[in-house]
């Protein structure tokens, strides 16, 4: 992976009414000047749903873009796209940086979703019928994950009527009432939970960025890891990426002006501490 500028950000809901990317294009100012741009998770939904041409349009059109934005893009997983590629996590900067979407912080992947049950149903199952090595790793859980994923049915995400969507996007995120408390439950647990999983996993990493839960963020954990969110392109919090040059990383707020998005301000500056053997 090249070394001189790498972007990182997640969240993209192409396609989706509830983002603000109405044209994938309007992410072009996001990659000019970066050598790589990596992509963690829910660029675009691939599941299956009830409009199969749309989604392959969507992601075709993704696609499209995306092989000629930046001399690399890496795809990454999220529990939206989990057969975009095969990559769940990413080490950068010598294994000082951990990037992986967020969703293996929970057991059921979305606490905060209509499908919780679905979901926890469907893990048993692929847990049931995994067979590969190690099943107590961290990449065997994301394998379990993804498999899950893929056997998820898209709800609002595809819906064009704005306000079909509206109905579906509240039913499926704001019913029963008490999905709301869940929210807030994993705004709040997921930098410990994403610093746990630093240290049993990947314990040289000083950063874990993140995206999923949709709150962009940094905190500072207990143990003294740097753990950030990129948010989301979906109303209403925002979005962040995090900008990696050689020794430097920082975090940058993404802007919407002219009809594109744009690196905007500096949130937060880091130099990267050498790895002790």
Same mark, same amino acid.
């Given at each position: 992976?090249?070394?001189?500028?790498?972007?990182?950000?997640?969240?993209?809901h192409y396609g989706d009414r509830s983002s603000q990317v109405r044209s994938i294009s309007q992410l072009a100012p996001l990659f000019d000047g970066a050598e790589t741009v990596v992509?963690?998770?829910?660029?675009?939904?691939?599941?299956?749903? =009830?409009?199969?041409?749309?989604?392959?349009?969507?992601?075709?059109?993704?696609?499209?873009?995306?092989?000629?934005?930046?001399?690399?893009?890496?795809?990454?997983?999220?529990?939206?796209?989990?057969?975009?590629?095969?990559?769940?996590?990413?080490?950068?900067?010598?294994?000082?940086?951990?990037?992986?979407?967020?969703?293996?912080?929970?057991?059921?992947?979305?606490?905060?979703?209509?499908?919780?049950?679905?979901?926890?149903?469907?893990?048993?199952?692929?847990?049931?019928?995994? +067979?590969?090595?190690?099943?107590?790793?961290?990449?065997?859980?994301?394998?379990?994950?993804?498999?899950?994923?893929?056997? /998820?049915?898209?709800?609002?995400?595809?819906?064009?009527?704005?306000?079909?969507? /509206?109905?579906?996007?509240?039913?499926?995120?704001?019913?029963?009432?008490?999905?709301?408390?869940?929210?807030?439950?994993?705004?709040?647990?997921? =930098?410990?939970?994403?610093?746990?999983?630093?240290?049993?996993?990947? =314990?040289?990493?000083?950063?874990? *960025?993140?995206?999923? +839960?949709?709150?962009?963020?940094?905190?500072? +954990?207990?143990?003294?890891?740097?753990? *950030?969110?990129?948010?989301?392109?979906?109303?209403?919090?925002?979005?962040?990426?995090?900008?990696?040059?050689?020794?430097?990383?920082?975090?940058?707020?993404?802007?919407?002006?002219?009809?594109?998005?744009?690196?905007?301000?500096?949130?937060?500056?880091?130099?990267?501490?050498?790895?002790?053997?």
């Amino acid at each position: 992976m090249a070394n001189q500028l790498i972007r990182i950000f997640s969240d993209i809901h192409y396609g989706d009414r509830s983002s603000q990317v109405r044209s994938i294009s309007q992410l072009a100012p996001l990659f000019d000047g970066a050598e790589t741009v990596v992509l963690n998770g829910d660029t675009v939904d691939t599941r299956i749903g =009830p409009y199969p041409r749309r989604t392959a349009e969507l992601r075709e059109e993704a696609m499209a873009f995306l092989t000629r934005a930046a001399p690399e893009v890496v795809l990454m997983t999220g529990n939206h796209d989990p057969d975009l590629s095969g990559l769940h996590t990413q080490m950068l900067a010598g294994g000082r940086i951990f990037v992986t979407h967020g969703d293996v912080l929970f057991d059921n992947i979305v606490p905060w979703g209509r499908d919780t049950a679905l979901i926890q149903q469907i893990i048993a199952s692929e847990q049931a019928r995994y +067979t590969g090595p190690d099943a107590g790793s961290l990449e065997a859980r994301l394998e379990i994950f993804r498999r899950a994923c893929v056997r /998820l049915p898209q709800r609002h995400q595809v819906e064009t009527n704005r306000w079909k969507h /509206l109905v579906s996007f509240s039913r499926d995120t704001f019913w029963p009432p008490q999905n709301a408390g869940r929210v807030l439950w994993a705004w709040w647990v997921a =930098p410990e939970r994403a610093a746990a999983l630093a240290r049993a996993h990947r =314990p040289g990493a000083q950063f874990v *960025i993140l995206g999923h +839960t949709h709150r962009p963020g940094i905190w500072r +954990t207990r143990d003294g890891r740097v753990i *950030i969110n990129t948010g989301s392109f979906t109303r209403p919090l925002g979005a962040l990426m995090a900008e990696l040059t050689p020794g430097q990383l920082r975090v940058r707020r993404i802007t919407a002006r002219g009809g594109a998005f744009h690196p905007g301000p500096t949130l937060a500056e880091f130099t990267l501490a050498e790895v002790r053997a």
